[in-house]
């Protein structure tokens, strides 16, 4: 397999970014910090000669044992692995567990004063309890007490808080990871179910383990690892960018709870980044062989202190069977009050014998759950171990490819892989598809189409912005109507007006009446359009939304091999850039609609398209276009298209 990139500058800058030759000259800062106490690890800190983003300072909470709430089984495994694997991956952590309120803002305050100055990339993992209200993001500490809604901002931590340290460290990049609402004990006080969804700020990545407004699996006890820290700790294993990480997480929680937890990400990144980049920060398989011996001794251990106990209460047995045998001598004594104190005696060392007993059985159980977690765990990491020495192979492999392979290359085959299965009814043919191409050039349609066919089973909020997205809903209709004008924007003046409808929908294409027979997919992309008298088709088709939802700052590539209907007119590579810009309100008729607004540039040969479009959420065409067009070094139209009316069709 092969892991594609959109663009060659970003490409190249990933590597620029990660090259021996930028390595600053050696200095060395030695930093130390006194220990925080009630369980929060001091790790020492050393600036040293770095390349950009070496610098990696993390700071992990993982919160089981909660005294008012209900104790979660996974969230301090998940935070020990995730302190394992990241410190092999470059990260200087700063762990809690079980952290009191206190706990946790002391350790902000000691990442913030680690980072300050260092240009650094930051990260919080939080796993456990956690809540929304009033559009924050809380982290519940162990010993929170949750009596009424007032006391939400007072017994928590705000997520807001870590982001507010990172911005005073002035940090280079920040990433915040959200194993919480694992359960829903607050709904009542809180503003609704699971976290809120927020806008990522400059430079910051934000993963959630489930869709806003929902609850994630707190995972099997025995499988040791919540759902979604569970796949986290996989991909780890991968090389990849940390968007492309983060999107294959997505996939794999998303199948293998059919639908029903899906991760939610917002994004503002404008560096390349990778936890593991195949070279000098990686996840080797020794590393997990190295864990698998560790686990067999643990398991030794477990089976000593198991013979050990037993071995122990077989002797307090025969020692309570010659207590037994003492008493009934006593009984026997004629001196009622010699009797009495030694009865009292006996039955006192009898009842310690028996509370002794107890304990001996209960390290006996707890040795024998650890052993069968342990053979468990073993099981789990010979099978990571076997999957981790095949993914190195082709991982590395696959990203040092990006640095050879040019774009044209990467697109014919991506195009080749889509083709195959472009009109399947098999969602997992697009599970394999993104799972190859995370971030790929024709991600966003098979991310519609996978929404298609796995449709999701979780619970939809509206956003701060009001609006309520619904994946996989379909964007057209048969006999969806629209009228609309055109304007030249040099001179102001109208210079078409009309109206187009949707006449069919069929194997997956819209086709349109008064659009010179225009042609989309389902999810909006353009298959063929009139463009200046000729008629424009693009394979594959060229997307102007996103496959999913929209979020403000997400961004997309796309590459298309447009032909023209015009005689000597050679197909040529059309190559696309688009973002979510922000949320924006449209008037139609009077009645103001709440929209997102999507640049996208693209350019064809010598020519350039800047385009603006304004798209309702459910609607697969725009209520608005600006588009400005160059051929070459020669300016073409400069106009708008404005929705005048719209009708809504039945089928």
């Known amino acids: 397999m092969t892991i594609l990139q959109n663009l060659n500058a970003k490409k190249d800058a990933f590597f620029r970014l990660n090259n021996s030759a930028l390595l600053n000259k050696a200095s060395h800062f030695i930093h130390t910090y006194k220990r925080l106490s009630l369980g929060i690890a001091l790790v020492s800190f050393s600036a040293f000669a770095q390349a950009p983003l070496d610098i990696r300072i993390a700071l992990i909470i993982g919160n089981s044992k909660y005294a008012d709430f209900p104790r979660l089984a996974n969230p301090g495994n998940d935070a020990k692995a995730m302190s394992a694997v990241l410190t092999r991956l470059g990260f200087k952590v700063i762990n809690v567990n079980d952290g009191t309120k206190e706990q946790m ?7 913030q004063d680690a980072l300050k100055g260092k240009q650094a990339v930051a990260m919080l993992y939080y796993a456990g309890h956690g809540l929304q209200l009033n559009w924050r993001n809380y ?16 017994q928590t931590i705000d997520v807001d808080r870590v982001l507010q340290a990172f911005k005073n460290a002035g940090t280079r990049m920040n990433i915040i990871v959200l194993d919480a609402c694992r359960d829903n004990p607050f709904e009542a006080k809180a503003s609704g179910k699971g976290l809120s969804q927020i806008d990522a700020p400059p430079n910051t990545y934000i993963s959630f383990a489930t ?15 919540g759902l979604f820290t569970q796949y986290i700790l996989k991909e780890l294993q991968r090389p990849a960018p940390v968007e492309d990480m983060f999107k294959r997480v997505r996939l794999q929680v998303r199948k293998a709870s059919n639908g029903a937890q899906i991760p939610w990400d917002s994004s503002s990144l404008e560096v390349d980044f990778a936890f593991n980049d195949g070279e ?40 309570r069977t010659e207590e037994e045998r003492k008493l009934a001598l006593i009984k026997q004594m004629k001196d009622q009050a010699e009797r009495a104190k030694a009865e009292q005696a006996a039955k006192e060392r009898e009842k310690q014998i028996q509370l002794a007993q107890e304990q ?6 707890a040795a024998q759950q650890a052993i069968d977690q342990a053979k468990l765990a073993e099981e789990q990491q010979r099978k990571d171990l076997a999957q981790a020495k095949t993914k190195e192979a082709e991982g590395v492999k696959q990203f040092k490819a990006l640095k050879k392979e040019d774009k044209d290359t990467a697109f014919a085959k991506e195009k080749a892989d889509w083709d195959k299965i472009k009109d399947s009814t098999n969602a997992n043919d697009f599970y394999a598809y993104l799972d190859k191409y995370p971030n790929g050039l024709i991600t966003e349609q098979a991310t519609f189409r996978l ?14 912005d009001g609006i309520l997205q619904k994946p996989g809903e379909k964007r057209f209709r048969v006999g969806d109507t629209f009228e609309y004008v055109w304007k030249d924007n040099f001179s102001g003046n109208i210079v078409r007006s009309g109206a187009a409808s949707v006449e069919k929908i069929e194997n997956g294409l819209v086709y349109f009446s008064g659009q010179t027979g225009s042609i989309r997919t389902e999810d909006g992309a353009t298959v063929r359009i009139g463009v200046a008298g000729a008629v424009m088709s693009l394979d594959p ?56 607004k999507v640049e996208v540039v693209t350019h064809a040969g010598s020519d350039t398209f800047k385009f603006q479009f304004w798209f309702e959420p459910g609607w697969g ?5 600006v588009q400005q067009i160059r051929f070459g070094s020669r300016p073409g139209a400069w106009e708008t298209m404005e929705v005048v009316s719209r009708k809504r069709g039945a089928g």
């Open 211 to 225: 869709a806003p407004g929902n609850v994630a699996q707190d995972g099997d006890p025995k499988a040791g690892n």
């Open 139 to 154: 982290m519940v500490a162990v010993n929170s007490q949750i009596d009424k809604t007032d006391d939400i901002p007072k």
């Open 105 to 111: 803002a002391a350790a902000i305050t000691q990442m």
């Open 451 to 464: 929404n298609q066919l796995a449709v999701a089973k979780i619970t939809v909020q509206p956003g701060q």
């Open 280 to 319: 000098k920060h990686t996840f080797k398989p020794e590393d997990l062989a190295k864990d698998l011996q560790l686990a067999k001794e643990k398991e030794e251990q477990f089976k000593q202190q198991l013979a050990q106990a037993k071995e122990q209460e077989k002797k307090l047995a025969e020692q």
């Open 541 to 596: 088709p060229e997307p102007w939304q996103p496959g999913g939802d929209f979020q403000v700052g997400q961004k997309w590539e796309s590459e298309s091999i447009q032909t023209l209907n015009i005689p000597n007119s050679p197909p040529r590579n059309r190559s696309s850039s688009a973002k979510v810009a922000g949320v924006e309100v449209i008037k139609i008729g009077g009645q103001e609609v709440k929209t997102f």
């Open 621 to 625: 065409s725009p209520l608005k276009v």
């Open 360 to 365: 001996e059985k209960q390290k006996a159980l």
